[in-house]
């Protein structure tokens, strides 16, 4: 088990969450939430960790971020509920990777051998300038060094094997689907959770639970109740295509491409076995179609199947060594389209006893493996938090205090291109391309852009290379 997420702060905690008797009401012709915060002088009288023990935790969003929770906090003993808007869990969306950091996590709640199931142990990606030469290429998961693997994976097929465990653990029950969250009330005992069903949103219950976490995605309900000035996520022009399908294995099976910068990217991996020698592959097209300055097309219009006419003379543009681009395109039956969107980074998620997790707390732009991986680091926080507080309220302050400026760093450096901004500088260099990547930036500087971005130095094949060369003698054991 890793080390608990924070520390004790509960003088802290009180002194700022103030006494606020006012219930400011939100309404937007589709839900209303209110609002009463805890009182702070109550909580203080309640200090003993069996509350833990008693308590009920509702979550909000059956995606990555809840459900992993939902098993984490089952790990601790901790009662949870989720209540999911979709009348079903299906499996949308297309290729996701989650970095190590995160599978350590879920191989704590034993889902390895269900992820090597479902999806992709990634072992090299490869930067590409558009013309398809090579820019940088370093190793992944255990290849890169890593004690567990990064794994490319179908989003919806991870998003089932993480429902089918809190099936399989919690019972039927604790999945609550066709249920949206639409109103929040909390005193200083407990929050009382709105949720109505039905296609007119007509039918509605309450549930009363100790802790409210919302991780109900980009759009979310209660992050719009605490800021209602916020408005749409900001777009910064791109328009993403999204598709995957079964299509011959290119190299080992386990290789992740990535060519062309924030403008303009092709990305290329596959996310499952697909069998007779082919892979489930994935890929994305990105291209700057607006400024920057304009609104995203409205929600409903997210994930709307793309047209070959669009999509296709975009991804001509792009060379990837080895495959037919057009060919991979064509083949594929449908794709998708989402505008590249994110939000500033908050600065409080914890409001009482309701918290936000995952897209909820911090949509970031798909840079990086970092969307589903940080959702999960979020819940193990939280877990750990909620499980060792004193109190709910320290337990969400406490999640927060260890969370939020961590994620705020990824979706700002995000806005700057992540670790794929190393292919930017090379274009903004050679943008015809060149004949010696070292005389555009040599491979340290390549190396130390990506470790601005990631915090983290890439592991290369000459790194592997050197280590195998220095006699065992000489190693040094961290
Ligand atoms: C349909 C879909 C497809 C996606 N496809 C991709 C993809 O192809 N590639 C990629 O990189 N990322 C994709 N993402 C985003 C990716 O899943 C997230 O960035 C990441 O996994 C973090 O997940 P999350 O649990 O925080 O949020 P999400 O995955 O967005 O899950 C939020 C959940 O909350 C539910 N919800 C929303 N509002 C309410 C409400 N009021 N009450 C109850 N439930 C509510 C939603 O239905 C959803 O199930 C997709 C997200 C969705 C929802």
Same mark, same amino acid.
């Given at each position: ?74 790990? +601790? ?146 992050? +719009? ?203 903004? +260099? ?49």
């Amino acid at each position: 088990m890793g080390a608990w997420c924070g520390a004790s702060i509960w003088t802290r905690l009180a002194n700022r969450r103030s006494v606020n008797k006012k219930s400011p009401v939100w309404h937007d012709g589709e839900i209303e939430l209110s609002l009463v915060h805890a009182r702070s002088e109550h909580i203080a009288q309640e200090t003993s960790h069996a509350w833990a023990k008693r308590m009920k935790v509702i979550i909000a969003g059956a995606g990555v971020g809840g459900l992993t929770l939902a098993l984490m906090l089952k790990r +601790r003993g901790i009662d949870t509920v989720i209540f999911e808007q979709a009348s079903e869990v299906k499996e949308l969306g297309v290729g996701i990777n989650t970095l190590p950091i995160a599978i350590r996590e879920l191989s704590e709640i034993d889902l390895l051998p269900s992820l090597d199931l479902a999806g992709i142990r990634t072992r090299e990606l490869i930067y590409l300038n558009r013309q398809g030469q090579e820019v940088w290429r370093e190793l992944r998961g255990i290849d890169g060094g890593h004690p567990l693997p990064q794994f490319s994976i179908h989003r919806g097929r991870l998003q089932k094997l993480l429902y089918d465990a809190v099936i399989d653990r919690l019972g039927p029950e604790a999945i609550q689907t066709g249920q949206r969250l639409s109103g929040i009330l909390q005193d200083e005992g407990s929050v009382t959770v709105h949720v109505t069903s039905g296609s007119d949103g007509l039918s509605s219950r309450t549930v009363q639970g100790d802790v409210l976490v919302a991780a109900d995605g980009i759009h979310s309900a209660a992050r +719009r109740l605490f800021y209602p000035k916020e408005g749409v996520p900001s777009w910064n022009g791109v328009m993403m295509w999204r598709g995957a399908t079964a299509f011959e294995k290119y190299l080992d099976g386990r290789t992740m491409f990535i060519g062309g910068g924030m403008g303009a990217k092709f990305v290329l991996y596959p996310i499952a076995d697909a069998g007779n020698g082919k892979m489930l592959t994935n890929w994305v097209v990105n291209v700057r179609v607006a400024d920057g300055a304009d609104q995203p097309p409205p929600k409903d219009s997210w994930s709307r199947r793309g047209r070959l006419d669009d999509v296709l003379p975009y991804a001509k543009r792009f060379a990837v060594p080895g495959i037919d681009i057009e060919a991979l395109v064509r083949a594929t039956d449908a794709y998708y389209e989402y505008p590249m969107c994110d939000r500033d980074p908050l600065p409080q998620w914890s409001f009482g006893r309701v918290t936000l997790l995952g897209d909820a707390a911090h949509p970031m732009y798909p840079v990086g493996s970092n969307g589903a991986s940080q959702a999960i680091l979020d819940a193990r926080c939280l877990a750990d938090a909620l499980k060792f507080a004193e109190h709910p309220m320290q337990a969400l302050f406490v999640y927060e205090k260890e969370r939020l400026a961590k994620t705020a760093a990824i979706v700002k450096a995000n806005r700057k291109g992540g670790p794929e901004r190393v292919i930017d500088e090379v274009e903004k +260099r050679a943008p015809a391309g060149f004949t010696d990547i070292d005389a555009v930036l040599s491979h340290e500087q390549r190396s130390a852009i990506i470790e601005a971005a990631t915090g983290q130095r890439p592991v290369t094949d000459r790194d592997v290379t050197q280590a195998r060369a220095v006699p065992s003698s000489k190693m040094h054991v961290a």
